[in-house]
């Protein structure tokens, strides 16, 4: 998923991207979404997530990544 993907659609809130063959989220791939709250990245390929790549998601409720996902999502903004 290239950076500023969804540069103009600051207002979104919920965003499926579900089943797109995406293998790779960049740094900036979802700059501009500060008010996002709904994410699902489920079954897709992504192999590679760049530090810092959700940090802007101060109102993100839902997040859902495919469950065959090995790598690891080093973010300031996800508690477990």
């Known amino acids: ?8 659609l600051v207002n979104l809130r ?3 991207l579900s089943s797109n063959q995406l293998s ?19 079954n897709n390929l992504v192999r590679k997530v760049a530090k810092q790549a959700f940090d802007q ?3 993100l409720r839902f997040f859902s990544l495919d469950e ?6 080093k ?5 477990y």
Do not use: H, M, P, T
């Open 57 to 59: 998601f101060a109102k």
């Open 24 to 42: 790779e989220i960049f740094k900036y791939s979802f700059n501009s979404l500060v008010k996002l709250e709904w994410l699902s990245l489920e």
């Open 75 to 79: 973010q300031k903004r996800f508690f």
């Open 14 to 16: 919920v965003l499926d």
């Open 1 to 8: 998923l290239e950076n500023n993907s969804f540069r103009n």
């Open 68 to 73: 065959q996902f090995k790598g690891q999502i």
